[in-house]
């Protein structure tokens, strides 16, 4: 357990950092799952609504350090391939 007083403070903010970025990660996931579904339904036109919305959110992942930010241009990639493939 921490002692001094700087090491009590910077637990607290760990726990609480921690926190933020566990609901930022979550987020994430659920935008892109929301995505994923959207073209496994094979729905072109909702899939190309919700494509900005979430490589917004994976930019600003990247932005925060929730992931890295090649992990964010695979995203991307992969997702904008899964969109033209159904699309055409």
């Known amino acids: 357990m921490a002692n001094t007083i700087s090491a009590l403070k910077r637990v607290r903010q760990t726990k609480r950092q921690t926190a933020v970025n566990r609901h930022r990660k979550t987020r994430l996931r659920h935008q892109i799952r929301t995505f994923r579904r959207l073209i ?10 919700a494509l900005p919305a979430t490589f917004s959110m994976i930019d600003r992942s990247a932005k925060w350090g929730i992931i890295k930010k090649n992990t964010a241009a695979r995203y991307k990639s992969r997702l904008q391939t899964r969109l033209k493939a159904i699309a055409s």
Do not use: F, G, L
Not at 40 to 49: F, R
């Open 40 to 49: 496994q339904e094979k729905d072109a036109t909702k899939a190309a609504a």
